[in-house]
């Protein structure tokens, strides 16, 4: 059983940062690949970025460049470091952690891009 946590989310203006992270409980943290995902209002949940337990990245085109996935096995807590953030970033984000034959979510974090 792996619990996700999600922190970091809030109101930025066009432009801004935010630092998105997720606490998993558990013991298999170590293992998972983890990713971060999001929604929008009236549109399907879509992927933001992965990272496996070896560290390798996988990011979606609209924010590859702007976006930055890590991790810390010892914290057991990923990270999504967000720059030049967009009106169309808005949307609640999602850490998940895939473990193959299970998968787990977290509740989501609401970021919201306005002036």
Known sequence: QVQLVESGGGLVQPGGSLRLSCAASGSLFSIATMGWYRQAPGKQRELVATITSGGRTNYAGSV????????????????????????????????????????????????????
């Open 64 to 115: 590859k460049g702007r976006f930055t996935i890590s991790r810390d096995n010892a914290k057991n807590t990923v990270y999504l470091q967000m720059n030049s953030l967009k009106p169309e970033d808005t949307a609640v984000y999602y850490c998940n952690a895939n473990l193959g034959v299970m998968d787990y979510w977290g509740r989501g974090t609401l970021v919201t891009v306005s002036s």
